[in-house]
């Protein structure tokens, strides 16, 4: 099988955490939503358990509900960052669209929560990630397939803090485990662009830590 390398390389570096540049007001089909999911669960799970499960969230109340749950566990902590953080920096910038979703998350037009079933029995490392190893690689697989077709996500984790909130608001049993928030909508415009990252001869390394590859 041949690729378009020119295609699949773009695709992986330019595939953003979006959040100002979400369309709040532009449906997203059911057709287009699936299609992507169906896409998600052709990734690898721990043990091909394909434990995977989704929640779609539409409903106005119910997305109302869980941008409070969100608010609530972060939204002062995004503000006050935003607000002190030099917005001609980077993280500045990344400050203020947090803080500017965590303010619209209901507004967006759906909410996905992907699920995992299992639950940590306890702190141990290897637990911890097998159980979200076996969901974030098809959360990642989702966001790539909503970036080829014009739409845009961003994984949040603040609403974990309350999980259990958010669980009762949807009706999720106890057996299952919610691995983030990604607000899915189109984006407005599509010409997102690779991000600034340090090379990576720099941060990787040859069999000890104290012995860079290059």
Known sequence: MD???????????????????????RDVPDDVLL??????????????????????????????????IYRDAGGDYLAAAAATADPGTQSGRVMDSANYLAQNMGK?????????????????????????????????????????????????TL?????QKAAEVLGIPEHMTQAGLLPVAYTKGTDFKAAKRPPVSEITYLDTYKNPIV
Do not use: Y
């Not at 390398?5 to 007001?25: E, H």
């Open 3 to 25: 690729f378009d390398l020119a295609q699949t390389d773009a695709l992986l570096s330019t595939t953003r955490a979006v959040r100002k540049r979400l369309d709040l007001d």
């Open 108 to 156: 967006v037009p759906v909410l996905v929560i992907p699920m995992i079933v299992g639950r940590l029995t306890d702190n141990a490392t290897s637990s911890a990630a097998g159980l979200m190893g076996s969901i974030m690689p098809a959360m990642w697989s989702f966001q790539l397939a909503l970036r080829s077709r014009g739409l845009g996500s961003c994984l949040t």
């Open 159 to 163: 609403h974990l803090i309350q999980e």
């Open 35 to 68: 299609e992507c999911l169906q896409l998600a669960v052709q990734a690898p799970t721990g043990s091909n358990q394909q434990g995977w499960r989704w929640m779609v969230v539409r409903d106005q109340e119910k997305k109302e509900a869980l941008a409070e």
